[in-house]
């Protein structure tokens, strides 16, 4: 269990192992250290609710309160401030608020909750967020806007309803997602996690390696075809074990009660699940994957886009590709081509330039060599040298010591705010007692920096450009040290 439940490692693949060593695993263990699991869950965030600041509703519990979301008026039974309960509130208070039936939408399962505006004959609130309370109470969080509020007005509703349908499909678009995931990569997924939103959703599931280019679209095709086939969900209360006969699955971070509300898009999905759903698959529009990418051990988290915040990626695309096309001088359809073309042109401009600086490189070695001087039997050359890296700069080194044969080379070169330092000794001269690295740290210390290397190469940099000349001097020094 520790396995699955801390680093995502399938239980099937813990099965399939320990059949090759011919064992069995626990499944009664599994399955109850999965039941401790979730009820700590559901305590944690039973004890996160209870911390909202409400005032006590014991008072509430002989009214009969219910969650309609056809409904377009009811009445006030509870205003409170904190933990203080009003029989009025007015303009600017932030309060809680609980009507008799109500049509706003609770936080839950990983869907926001509903906002919008409560209205009444002598004032306005405006609904920031809905949430329910542990034992299921409905309750509104918000601030009033106008006027005054109080117990027992008869109020209307105004909920933000584009929100709550971005949202709908958003959460429809979650439970085809995680059914497409099962029948891709396989039954071991299970939700970790979702969040949905009006312009996105976010769903965290156990998996145990990257999901690839070619599995993402196999999953986006799939939840595409069940919108273009314009399924009608079926959404049904029943009891937990009627659920339970019929294959649903529970979505993270739902409480269940003995009934149950059962999410079914035929032939397709099936799942546990308080949240607002669209009536139909095609209110969807179109479903498209943001990213995908791991948050954990054996834990992947996908971000998609649904209806109106897909069509408004298609087109900023499209209108970014038409840029592209107009600065590439050519048409949409043909950028692909157009760009292999640039990468070609690319690489053989990069290839005749590093032709040409090498040649001007050698055409430079004689002012080079003219600094060789002699260390015991062997050339020695240090010069400053103009170079665009420190790849220039050792293949530099390189061709002065092919010229020189045997002996030692160390280069140095100044670029915008600091030195650069590479020595090169040919093997005779390491055998003799040279040591490059030790060459080319003293070199760097005398100009503010340090570094080090193998006996035959090494390189270094300093901060202080300034200084490249009395450096290259003290490596001077440091080479003629060495001469036995």
Same mark, same amino acid.
């Given at each position: 269990f520790k396995l699955y439940d801390t680093y995502g490692f399938p239980?099937?693949?813990?099965?399939?192992?320990?059949?090759?060593?011919g064992l069995t695993i626990d499944m009664a263990g599994f399955e109850s250290a999965m039941a401790e699991q979730r009820a700590r869950a559901r305590a944690a965030r039973e004890d996160v609710d209870a911390k909202v600041a409400t005032p006590d509703i014991t008072f509430l519990r002989d009214e009969k309160l219910s969650d309609d979301e056809s409904a377009t008026s009811s009445e006030i039974l509870m205003l409170g401030e904190g933990a203080t309960r009003l029989d009025n509130a007015?303009?600017?208070m932030e309060v809680t608020l609980i009507v008799r039936t109500t049509p706003f939408h609770a936080e839950g399962g990983g869907q926001l909750g509903d906002t919008g505006f409560i209205v009444g004959p002598m004032g306005k609130m405006e609904v920031h967020t809905t949430k329910k309370l542990p034992e299921g109470t409905?309750?509104?969080?918000?601030?009033i806007v106008e006027g005054n509020l109080q117990?027992?007005?008869?109020?209307?509703?105004e909920v933000d309803t584009p929100r709550r349908l971005a949202m709908a499909r958003n959460h429809t678009a979650t439970h085809l997602l995680?059914?497409?995931?099962?029948?891709?990569?396989?039954n071991h997924v299970n939700q970790a996690g979702s969040l949905v939103m009006p312009d996105r959703l976010r769903f965290?599931?156990?998996?145990?390696?990257?999901?690839t280019a070619e599995e993402l679209k196999q999953i986006t095709d799939l939840v595409n075809g069940e919108i273009l086939k314009a399924v009608s969900l079926n959404i049904q209360e029943m009891s937990m074990d009627e659920a339970k006969k019929l294959g649903a699955m529970a979505l993270f971070g739902e409480k269940y009660g003995d009934r149950v509300r059962v999410v079914t898009v035929p032939d397709f999905s099936i799942e546990l699940c308080g949240g607002s759903h669209v009536v139909n698959t095609a209110v969807i529009g179109t479903f498209r994957i943001l990213s995908e990418g791991g948050i954990g051990s054996g834990v992947r988290r996908i971000e998609a886009v649904t209806g109106e915040a897909a069509l408004q990626l298609a087109q900023k695309e499209q209108a970014e590709l038409r840029e592209v096309a107009t600065l590439l001088k050519t048409k949409p359809e043909d950028i692909v081509v157009r760009a292999q073309q640039l990468v070609e042109e690319t690489k053989q401009l990069e290839h005749e330039l590093a032709a040409a600086r090498k040649e001007l490189m050698s055409g430079g070695l004689d !002012?080079?060599? /003219?600094?060789v001087f002699d260390a015991d039997s062997f050339k020695a050359v240090v010069a400053d040298v103009k170079a665009a890296d420190m790849d220039e700069l050792r293949s530099t080194a390189d061709m002065v010591r092919d010229k020189i044969g045997s002996g030692i080379v160390l280069l140095g070169m100044a670029n915008d705010d600091k030195v650069n330092f590479v020595c090169m000794a040919t093997k005779d001269a390491v055998k003799a007692g040279f040591h490059a690295g030790n060459i080319v740290k003293a070199?760097?210390?005398? !100009?503010?920096? /340090?570094g080090g290397g193998r006996p035959d190469m090494a390189q270094a940099g300093g901060k202080n450009p300034s200084a490249l000349e009395t450096a290259l001097e003290k490596g001077k020094e440091t080479i003629l040290s060495m001469v036995k």
């Open positions: 239980w099937e693949l813990t099965e399939e192992i320990a059949g090759e060593a007015s303009d600017g409905t309750y509104h969080v918000g601030t117990v027992g007005d008869t109020v209307q509703f995680h059914a497409a995931l099962k029948q891709v990569l396989g965290d599931f156990t998996h145990f390696s990257p999901v !002012a080079v060599l /003219n600094t070199t760097a210390q005398a !100009a503010g920096g /340090n």
